[in-house]
């Protein structure tokens, strides 16, 4: 159950695009990536339908995973009973869930006590380092639920750092890191981030543009690169290709979406736009946009379609094979890609 340095904590909603890419990573690299899934909230639908969608094909989606964090915070408006249902159902459809809670959550505390077979995980908030009390939080948290260190998976998550540089995030992640209360003996030890944007907004419509992926390089430059110096060198995670505000409450009938593909690079993400999806079809747009990215003025920036399947699928798609005509298809595929990503730049560093 422990992991080091040289593992991935992808978080990821559990919506139907982001389980498949986790369906497609190479088997080889599942044991090394312990995916954090969040329970979506729920909007109008009654809450069995909502966990019947959030569970569906999940526990195919983590087969060759040691396990999986579960968090089922943004069910907090439905109270314990909510969080009781998730990891119920969990529980009982056989997954290999280790529960998330938080030092000042109080939804889902009771629930992730009652399913902790497999540990607890404890997911601490920039809020909660902002308090200026963190470390009396985390020592209060164990002391009333009589947990040891040793038991628990630490999450320290700066949650999301889009206006922030690199050097910004190491700073943060620095202080955050000094205050939090004995780092050499949680079981694990985990820094969260997420410098994805929120929005494809700022890029222009039939054009691209580059962001930082500055939870990457914060951790990459800073933290690995000092780990002879470091007490421990936590290991890394992000939110791969999606902010931490997600989607949820989009309404389509009345909201216009552009059709895009979110491709990681080495340092950076690449955002390729086309037009409204009301102008255009996204079966027409969606390849045109591959077909820039794998032939066009973009292709310097392809790894290639042997790097993973996503890429694979992404040249197909740029050379006409049908299927690949949805925002969905395209979140999958970015997914795959952003995780072997990752997983390849890992492989590239020096250890220990």
């Given at each position: 159950?422990?992991?080091?340095?040289?593992h991935?904590v992808?978080?990821?909603?559990?919506?139907?695009?982001?389980?498949?890419?986790?369906?497609?990573?190479?088997?080889?690299?599942?044991k090394?990536?312990?995916?954090?899934?969040?329970?979506?909230?729920?909007?109008d639908?009654?809450?069995?339908?909502?966990?019947?969608?959030?569970?569906s094909?999940?526990?195919?989606?983590?087969?060759?995973?040691?396990?999986?964090?579960?968090?089922?915070?943004?069910?907090?408006?439905?109270?314990?009973?909510?969080?009781?249902?998730?990891?119920?159902?969990?529980?009982?459809?056989?997954?290999?869930?280790?529960?998330?809670?938080?030092?000042?959550?109080?939804?889902?505390?009771?629930?992730?006590?009652?399913?902790?077979?497999n540990?607890?995980?404890?997911?601490?908030?920039?809020?909660?380092?902002?308090?200026?009390?963190?470390?009396?939080?985390?020592?209060?948290?164990?002391?009333?639920?009589?947990?040891?260190?040793?038991?628990?998976?630490?999450?320290?998550?700066?949650?999301?750092?889009?206006e922030?540089i690199?050097?910004?995030?190491?700073?943060?992640?620095?202080?955050?890191?000094?205050?939090?209360?004995?780092?050499?003996?949680w079981?694990t030890?985990?820094?969260?981030?997420?410098?994805?944007?929120?929005?494809?907004?700022?890029?222009?419509?039939?054009?691209?543009?580059?962001?930082?992926?500055?939870?990457?390089?914060?951790?990459?430059?800073?933290?690995?690169?000092?780990?002879?110096?470091?007490?421990?060198l936590?290991?890394?995670?992000?939110?791969a290709?999606?902010?931490?505000a997600?989607?949820?409450?989009?309404?389509?009938?009345?909201?216009?979406?552009?059709?895009?593909?979110?491709?990681?690079?080495?340092t950076?993400?690449?955002?390729?736009?086309?037009?409204?999806?009301?102008?255009?079809?996204?079966?027409?747009q969606?390849?045109?946009?591959?077909?820039r990215?794998?032939?066009?003025?973009?292709?310097?920036?392809?790894?290639?379609?042997?790097?993973?399947?996503?890429?694979?699928?992404?040249?197909?798609?740029?050379?006409?094979?049908?299927?690949?005509?949805?925002?969905e298809?395209?979140?999958?595929?970015?997914?795959?890609?952003?995780?072997?990503e990752?997983?390849l730049?890992l492989?590239?560093?020096?250890?220990?």
């Open positions: 159950m422990n992991f080091g340095a040289n991935y992808p978080v990821l909603k559990a919506k139907r695009g982001e389980k498949a890419a986790l369906q497609r990573i190479q088997p080889s690299a599942r090394r990536i312990t995916p954090l899934i969040q329970i979506v909230e729920r909007s639908k009654p809450i069995d339908a909502h966990l019947k969608t959030c569970f094909k999940l526990g195919i989606s983590l087969s060759g995973y040691t396990r999986c964090f579960l968090d089922a915070q943004e069910l907090a408006s439905d109270g314990p009973e909510g969080a009781r249902r998730v990891f119920e159902r969990a529980f009982e459809e056989g997954l290999p869930f280790t529960p998330v809670t938080g030092v000042t959550r109080i939804a889902d505390v009771a629930a992730a006590m009652a399913y902790r077979q540990g607890l995980a404890l997911r601490l908030t920039r809020s909660e380092f902002e308090s200026g009390s963190l470390e009396s939080l985390v020592e209060d948290f164990l002391d009333s639920h009589a947990l040891a260190a040793s038991d628990v998976d630490l999450i320290v998550d700066l949650g999301a750092v889009t922030m690199a050097a910004g995030v190491s700073a943060l992640t620095e202080a955050f890191l000094a205050d939090v209360p004995r780092p050499q003996e079981r030890m985990t820094v969260s981030a997420c410098a994805f944007p929120i929005s494809m907004g700022d890029v222009a419509r039939h054009s691209h543009d580059f962001v930082e992926r500055a939870d990457w390089l914060s951790w990459r430059d800073s933290l690995h690169s000092n780990r002879h110096v470091l007490q421990r936590p290991t890394f995670s992000d939110y290709i999606q902010h931490p997600g989607v949820e409450g989009f309404d389509p009938r009345i909201m216009q979406v552009s059709a895009a593909i979110r491709y990681t690079t080495d950076h993400w690449l955002l390729v736009k086309g037009e409204s999806t009301r102008s255009t079809r996204p079966g027409e969606f390849p045109e946009l591959a077909t990215l794998v032939y066009g003025h973009l292709h310097r920036y392809f790894a290639g379609a042997n790097h993973c399947s996503g890429c694979k699928s992404i040249k197909d798609a740029a050379d006409g094979e049908p299927g690949y005509g949805s925002a298809a395209w979140r999958r595929l970015g997914t795959i890609h952003h995780v072997s990752v997983m730049a492989d590239s560093l020096p250890w220990p």
